[in-house]
């Protein structure tokens, strides 16, 4: 079975910096689309970024310039390095991995089409 553990989260003071990670395991293919999201309490999750086996990246404009994602394809694993952190990013983060289509097609930001989630690693910015 393919499943994704995220680590990284933790508190850190505004104009902070953090870098998630998520690992992926039993799943060796050379397609996909893979997603970071976040969900704060009393809100909707939300996608974040995204990035596909084009290594083609999208992000929502309320991280763009400061969150950067990436997969190394020799470790399967996804990052997302996040910069100048904001008491707003404060939230649960999720990575989440799809087929290729999903980036292409533009069903990322949203999350529901994705049925393939990690756990969640909590980022506390204050």
């Known amino acids: 079975d393919v499943q994704l553990v995220e680590s990284g989260g933790g508190s850190v003071e505004p104009r902070g910096s953090l870098r998630l990670s998520c690992e992926v395991s039993?799943?060796?293919?050379?397609?996909?689309?893979m997603g970071w999201f976040r969900q704060a309490p009393g809100k909707e999750r939300e996608g974040v970024a995204s990035?596909?086996?084009?290594?083609?990246?999208t992000y929502v404009d309320s991280v763009k310039g400061r969150f950067t994602i990436s997969f190394d394809n020799a470790k399967y694993v996804l990052y997302l390095q996040m910069d100048s952190l904001k008491p707003e990013d404060t939230a649960m983060y999720y990575c989440?991995?799809?087929?290729?289509?999903?980036?292409?097609?533009?069903?990322?930001?949203?999350?529901?089409?994705?049925?393939?989630w990690g756990q969640g690693t909590q980022v506390t910015v204050s």
């Open positions: 989440a991995a799809g087929p290729f289509a999903f980036c292409t097609r533009g069903y990322f930001p949203n999350p529901d089409p994705f049925g393939l």
């Open positions: 039993g799943y060796t293919g050379r397609s996909y689309c």
């Open positions: 990035i596909d086996s084009n290594d083609r990246t």
